[in-house]
């Protein structure tokens, strides 16, 4: 594969008016909305920007959560959202805030910009917003929780001053725990990305597995499955506190799952466990927020995160170059939006255009123009028998031609088969096309081609050696696989000799 393919495949995105809707209704952000609406004069702040004791019970009741058992930490966490994306904004007085300790009375609190922001109602100052909102959840999600942070403050009977932090206590590395949790949520967008819909849920245990399993190894031994056990605890506390960001949907471990046995996890990680089974271990998913938001974050970090519809306005040379990394789904999508816009003829006289060239690449883009032309109907034929007598993309012509049944369509000589032949075998494995279905194409073509590799070598292809050279490697005959590398070894000495 090339060293440019891309790292992450296209994702499907809502309208930005949807997503901000969506936005306008996660449980974290709208509670934020509603205490920046009740702040105003009388809302005292402590110097750290913290309600007063009074104040958060005011507060708490306010968003309806006073009675319940984690209503006031959950009133902390709105709290904070509303100040970290300005939809409180603080005033706190210098002298007061010097004179008093944390807890006191040492500000106020007033709505902020980003209030506005949301009241004006454009989706992007929304989404602004919400991004603005999930960040700071994963900054928390990445930080230890309290009973970590009250263990590794000393008291009376340890070592130290009272009060003093100490984060060697910890055995926690916030920039570590913040590159896991990436990691996480970059795989469950790969995985969001290659569904046909995107809204599979994935097992807790899969997407484990997909930060800790090397990719070459069949039979997890005992020691990657109790990492893979580790590594799905870690990411059920942050996925926890992570669902009312609206960035996921997520069903957690059961509690009753913890003490099972390392058989019964190998189960769940071979997905031998049947469905409802295998969702006690924890389902987890990105919503259309999501995946808007991770894809923002991804593009932040300077990764490639295409969406579905950015080629749009290109030109066919730069859709049929992208095309080419794309899974086929995506790449259909693509291919029709990118038709959508375009008068049949002229979109099919564009796209052969874009496919000549006898550069590494072009096998590729004829084979994505092959299957974009495929999604085109019968005002596209006066094209494709315009190039009928082009070397490169005639052959491609005809079975387009052949396969409306198209009438006067000419047989394609010798010649202009097996160029065909070597060119789509070419971009297939530039593709990096399994190799079974390699195999099966490799055995396929020489069962149907008496004396084909005498007539391939002599081919007049850039990539004719190293067609020949993988079908040595592909066919499962030992004496076909050696003519393969003989008539490799040919098709070398031919392109040298020309050269």
Request: glycine share 8%; with cysteine.
């Amino acid at each position: 594969m090339a060293a440019d393919r891309l790292a992450l495949p296209p994702v499907r995105l809502l309208p930005e008016d949807e997503l901000a809707r969506l936005a306008l209704a996660v449980p974290l952000l709208e509670r934020a909305v509603r205490l920046a609406r009740w702040a105003g004069p009388e809302t005292r702040v402590d110097v750290m920007g913290e309600l007063t004791q009074d104040d958060r019970l005011r507060a708490a009741a306010e968003l309806g959560i006073e009675a319940y058992e984690d209503g006031l930490a959950e009133t902390s966490q709105a709290w904070g959202i509303a100040i970290d994306t300005g939809l409180v904004e603080l005033e706190i007085d210098e002298a007061a805030g010097e004179a008093t300790e944390p807890g006191e009375p040492a500000g106020k609190a007033l709505p902020g910009e980003a209030l506005a922001q949301l009241t004006a109602g454009e989706p992007q100052d929304v989404l602004e917003v919400w991004l603005a909102t999930a960040e700071t959840a994963l900054a928390e999600a990445a930080s230890p929780d309290f009973e970590g942070l009250r263990a590794a403050i000393g008291g009376d009977d340890q070592d130290g001053e009272d009060g003093v932090l100490d984060l060697d206590a910890l055995d926690w590395d916030p920039e570590e725990e913040s590159e896991f949790l990436d990691a996480a949520l970059a795989n469950l967008y790969a995985y969001s990305a290659m569904e046909e819909d995107g809204h599979e849920s994935v097992p807790l245990p899969v997407l484990a597995a997909s930060l800790v399993v090397p990719e070459d190894m069949d039979d997890p031994t005992d020691a990657i499955l109790e990492e893979v056990t580790e590594v799905m605890m870690r990411l059920d506390d942050h996925f926890r506190l992570l669902a009312p960001t609206g960035l996921i949907e997520y069903q957690p471990v059961d509690d009753a799952l913890i003490e099972e046995t390392d058989e019964e996890e190998a189960e769940a990680l071979s997905g031998e466990l049947d469905p409802e089974e295998i969702s006690r271990y924890g389902m987890v998913r990105l919503t259309p927020l999501g995946v808007f938001g991770v894809r923002a974050r991804l593009l932040d970090a300077g990764a490639h995160a295409p969406a579905t519809g950015d080629l749009t306005d290109r030109t066919a040379d730069v859709l049929l170059d992208a095309l080419t990394d794309y899974p086929d789904q995506a790449a259909r999508a693509e291919a029709e939006l990118w038709l959508s816009g375009r008068e049949p003829g002229a979109a099919a006289r564009e796209l052969l255009a874009a496919s000549t060239g006898d550069d590494l690449g072009a096998p590729g883009r004829r084979l994505m123009c092959q299957q974009t032309l495929s999604l085109l109907g019968p005002e596209a034929e006066p094209a494709l028998r315009d190039v009928l007598d082009d070397r490169q993309i005639g052959g491609l012509a005809r079975v387009w031609l052949t396969e409306r049944g198209a009438g006067d369509v000419p047989a394609p000589d010798e010649a202009m088969v097996f160029w065909l032949t070597v060119d789509t075998l070419a971009a297939q494995l530039d593709a990096d096309s399994g190799p079974e279905l390699l195999g099966e194409l490799v055995r396929d073509l020489v069962a149907q081609h008496d004396g084909f590799f005498e007539a391939v070598w002599r081919v007049d292809h850039p990539a004719t050696s190293d067609v020949l050279e993988a079908m040595g490697r592909l066919h499962p005959d030992k004496a076909i696989a050696k003519t393969a590398r003989k008539a490799a070894f040919k098709a070398r000495s031919k392109a040298g000799s020309e050269g």
